[in-house]
């Protein structure tokens, strides 16, 4: 999906707001992390972190926690539109998947932090074993399983209820499967039915995807070599020996080494002459001090003002984390992104 921020109200942008602040609040387990506790206060106000709490920082936990929360409100308030892409699967198929990753997702957590004991940046114990109880809490009884173990429990008792929960995981498995089975054919009539459209809507793509015909690309299946810098003795002082290179590895070798010989050789300089060395001098009206500054970490009103000056409008990169969003944050949102921005110049 695409989202389309220049269609929105303020309706929408106050319902995402809300939504971000709401979700970092309830479900951000912002108590986890050590360094909130003590000096996370939202807004103007926020008592700055001490730079060993910004060194010890979950820099990549906390960004991911912000993004999906993002973007998730996002979507869910904001006007978007489909830009193509797999179709949504059918409601039952789509149900049945969801149940898979899910109990999924509860195995993996389960066998990776109270098995293995291994615990992923930013993740707790507490936190893991929190949301399992929350999820039984929900969806146990239903599937008949027995309560979450303790935290502390032994390695045999985590075991167990893995076996546990893996039960009704195989049995959505194999109801997937026979979904599948029995509504093949719909599915498949799907999948043509959209091939037909976008042949309609966009024909000279379709067929350059049938054909696998990409922009730029060129394929390179052998190399004519008559001089061989490789093996200059291949000719063994006679007429140059004319061969072919076929084999894929070598052929990357070849053109690798052709490219990196011609365009990063040593090339001859000359000496600078009067004009062009008092032209490289440093600038006396250029003080150095001036930016001694420049990588001080920024307080909250920094950060904020910088947001605030972005233009709108502009793509987003690969978190799809526009400066449109961030300028709708609300002060625990921001206050999040303050801190991230700090721990980025703390650790690098």
């Known amino acids: 999906k695409k989202l389309l921020l220049e269609d929105a109200d303020n ?29 996370f206060r939202p807004g103007p106000t926020m008592k700055p972190f001490s730079e060993d709490d910004l060194r010890g920082f979950p820099l990549n936990a906390a960004w991911e926690l912000l993004r999906e929360t993002i973007i998730s409100s996002a979507f869910a308030h904001l006007p978007s539109a489909r830009t193509g892409g797999r179709p949504p699967p059918p409601e039952g198929e789509g149900l049945l998947l969801i ?11 389960a066998r990776t932090v109270f098995i293995l004991q291994q615990l992923p940046e930013g993740v707790t114990k507490e936190s893991v074993h929190r949301r399992f109880v929350d999820w039984h809490r929900a969806n146990g009884p239903q599937l008949g399983l027995s309560s979450v173990p303790d935290m502390e429990a032994s390695t ?9 929960v893996q039960r009704p995981w195989r049995q959505g498995r194999l109801d997937h499967q026979e979904y599948y089975a029995a509504n093949k054919q719909d599915i498949i009539n799907t999948h043509i039915e959209n091939r037909d459209l976008r042949f309609q809507t966009h024909t000279r793509q379709t067929i350059r995807g049938i054909l696998d015909i990409s922009e730029g690309r060129v394929n390179l299946d052998h190399l004519v070599v008559e001089a061989d810098p490789v093996n200059p003795g291949a000719a063994r002082n006679g007429p140059p020996v004319t061969y072919v290179i076929d084999d894929p590895d070598e052929i990357k070798a070849r053109v690798r080494q052709y490219f990196c010989d011609t365009f990063h050789k040593e090339r001859p300089t000359q000496p600078l002459s009067d004009e062009w060395r008092a032209a490289y001098q440093p600038r006396e009206d250029v003080c150095s001090e001036w930016y001694d500054s420049v990588m001080v970490v920024p307080d909250y009103e920094e950060v904020c003002a910088a947001i605030a000056a972005a233009p709108l409008g502009k793509a987003p990169g690969h978190s799809k984390v ?27």
Do not use: N
């Open 322 to 348: 526009s400066g449109d969003l961030l300028k709708r944050l609300g002060p625990l949102a921001q206050a999040l992104f303050v801190v991230l921005v700090q721990a980025c110049f703390v650790q690098g």
């Open 11 to 39: 309706e929408a942008w106050e319902s995402f707001t809300e939504q971000v602040d709401r979700c970092l609040d309830v479900y951000g387990r912002l108590e986890d992390v050590p360094q909130f506790p003590a000096a």
């Open 156 to 164: 045999m008792a985590w075991d167990g209820w893995i076996r546990e």
């Open 99 to 109: 149940k898979i990753q899910e109990l999924g997702g509860i195995i993996s957590s």
